[in-house]
């Protein structure tokens, strides 16, 4: 297992958090995804011999986010 932090920018209300967090534990690989909306943070625990940080990024980023590593 394998886990990876990322500033999420664009998000401003709960509704966005649970967007993010759905969308990101819907991939085949994620076990968890914890969004903070106070610190605009996300933390991804995955199998990386499934699916690979870029992946996850672009699955964020295609809802309208940016997103950059910590």
């Keep these: 297992m ?5 500033k999420i920018y664009g998000m401003h ?3 966005c958090t649970m967007l993010i967090q ?4 819907d ?5 968890k995804a914890d969004v903070s909306l106070e610190s605009s943070r996300l ?5 990386d011999t499934l699916i690979d940080e870029r992946t ?3 699955a964020v980023e295609s809802e309208g986010y ?3 590593k910590t």
């Design 56 to 58: 996850i990024r672009d």
């Design 43 to 47: 933390r991804v625990f995955f199998d």
């Design 66 to 68: 940016k997103t950059e």
């Design 2 to 6: 394998k886990s990876i932090k990322l």
């Design 13 to 15: 209300c709960p509704s």
């Design 22 to 25: 759905d969308v990101v534990e």
């Design 27 to 31: 991939l085949d690989g994620v076990i």
